[in-house]
């Protein structure tokens, strides 16, 4: 059976496919009757391209592009590959072509952490993923190395500053919501599904009718649908792609309020077919950018600030804070991979919560002090008549 991240498939026709990225950015596919014939093709491959690369040891933006373009395609998930790539070819082989920084050395590795850090045109969050990468890729490259460790010690990541998270009021939400139900696209319920179980959206397009469980009332999240880049392909296109969820933690499974269950089964949507997609019918995922488009024209109608689509699963983790739902449920029930996580992203939500119970001993205090002055006075005893 194929492994994840192997890059081999089983087609419609019966023969097993496989793939392997070349150094054009292009794939060579393997074909054969068997899943291990299928691998031992890549394998041998791998092997004959290992044989005639030709590499010269001090050249740093080629020892990038053989790692690139190496087995690690077959060793992650599509849309993992993708960011590896973008990362590779726009920020680290165009620094390290440089004649100055064209050896992996300390001095090179330090002014490139050095070049990312003082780039203001490069988001933090985009600073902290090219860190990321670029430490995968030297642990890789340099993995023979006694030196290893001293360099990974120069790339530091970034701290990652959350800020504070776009969150819908109650009214607006409320506004989004009847906007949704007032839709003639039927597949707008799935708006509402984010709003109240905190979702992805690609986690949202890849739901299928085998996921919900109307007897028990609860939804599984398996899968996941991204739009990654198609190597093989001269042109910059696209596709969508159907994958694992984000992490571990975020295959779930999620209990559905009675209301959600009654609006799914009685939609247009539902056509009998558990194996088929929800929001298409079919063996085909639903396009994001769909979800997307629909979300923005109900703003607009409603003259509500433009907010990105993710902004529903934050407001869904804030209104589950302010009913006074566990920060560890929330994290469970967003499919966080850890509970610090949820507590960084949410700290502002967290921070209104304990002004709202801190206020409550205010209130506890204001009711002593009335009760007090109902109390019998009783004459205080000084210093000086307890030594008399």
């Known amino acids: 059976m194929a492994r994840r991240g192997e890059n081999i498939y089983k087609r419609k026709d019966g023969r097993w496919e496989g793939r392997s990225l070349n150094q054009s950015g292009k794939y060579h596919y393997f074909y054969a009757k068997t899943y291990k014939a299928v691998k031992e093709k890549m394998k041998d491959f791998k092997e004959d391209k290992e044989k005639v690369k030709l590499i010269k040891h001090n050249n740093a933006s080629e020892q990038f592009l053989a790692w690139l373009t190496g087995d690690v395609s077959s060793r992650v998930k599509p849309s993992t590959y993708e960011s590896y790539y973008s990362c590779v070819y726009k920020h680290i082989i165009p620094f390290f072509m440089k004649r100055e920084h064209n050896c992996i050395e300390k001095d090179s590795v330090s002014s490139f952490v050095i070049h990312i850090r003082e780039d203001e045109l490069i988001a933090e969050t985009s600073k902290k993923k090219i860190f990321a990468i670029f430490k995968i ?43 949704a139900l007032k839709s003639k696209d039927a597949c707008a319920i799935g708006i509402i599904l984010c709003f109240y179980t905190g979702i992805r959206l690609g986690e949202l397009c890849a739901l299928k009718w085998s996921d919900i469980d109307f007897e028990s009332g609860t939804m599984s999240i398996l899968r996941t649908v991204s739009r990654i880049r198609v190597f093989d392909s001269e042109e910059n296109k696209t596709t969508l792609h159907v994958g694992l969820p984000k992490s571990r933690k975020s295959i779930r499974k999620i209990p559905l309020p009675e209301f959600l269950l009654n609006l799914l089964i009685n939609s247009s949507l539902y056509k009998g077919d558990n194996n088929s997609f929800i929001f298409t019918g079919n063996e085909d995922p639903y396009n994001p950018r769909r979800f997307q488009n629909m979300f923005k024209r109900i703003l607009r ?53 304990k002004k709202a119970a801190i206020n409550k001993f205010n209130d506890l205090y204001l009711m002593n002090i009335e009760s007090a002055k109902l109390a019998v006075n009783y004459p205080v005893l000084t210093t000086e008549r307890v030594c008399l």
């Open 137 to 179: 890729a030297l642990k890789e490259i340099l993995k023979t190395s006694p030196h290893l460790h001293e360099f990974l010690e120069l790339v530091k990541l970034p701290s990652t500053d959350y800020g504070e998270v776009q969150v819908f009021t109650s009214k607006e939400q409320r506004a989004i919501e009847q906007g």
């Open 301 to 353: 109608d409603n003259n509500i600030v433009d907010r990105k689509f993710h902004a529903i699963r934050h407001t869904f983790a804030t209104r589950a804070l302010e009913l006074g739902v566990d920060i560890k449920t929330v994290s469970e029930l967003l499919g966080h991979s850890g509970v610090s996580i949820t507590l960084n992203v949410y700290a502002h939500s967290l921070m209104e919560h």
